[in-house]
């Protein structure tokens, strides 16, 4: 089993920065993709950034020059750091990762999510 912990979210003001984090744990034999989505209120979640056991990353485009995904393979932790924080990134943010267990079985994991608000 595989767990995913975020940390990081809060109240932040227009043109501010936050950095998320998010590490997972359990029985882990290889982390392919990490990445984080959001929920707003009343919305679907959507990807926001994702990044590759290569290091390949992809942006939604309303993130793209403000926000930067990067992974820590050793502590399996990926990261989001947010810059130029606008109010319609409020929302709820999700970590996923997607790799294999030491009993060579497929995960597909969840965090439980934090929260992100940018207003004045």
């Known amino acids: 089993q595989v767990q995913l912990v975020e940390s990081g979210g809060g109240l932040v003001q227009p043109g501010g920065s936050l950095k998320l984090s998010c590490v997972a744990s359990?029985?882990?034999?290889?982390?392919?993709?990490m990445g984080w989505f959001r929920q707003a209120p009343g919305k679907q979640r959507d990807l926001v950034a994702v990044?590759?056991?290569?290091?390949?990353?992809t942006y939604v485009d309303s993130v793209k020059g403000r926000f930067t995904i990067s992974r820590d393979h050793a502590k399996n932790t990926v990261y989001l750091q947010m810059n130029n924080l606008k109010p319609e990134d409020t929302a709820v943010y999700y970590c996923n990762s997607k790799g294999l267990t030491t009993l060579y079985s497929y995960f597909d994991t969840w965090g439980q999510g934090t929260q992100v608000t940018v207003s004045s």
């Open positions: 359990g029985n882990i034999f290889r982390i392919n993709n």
């Open positions: 990044i590759t056991s290569g290091e390949t990353t």
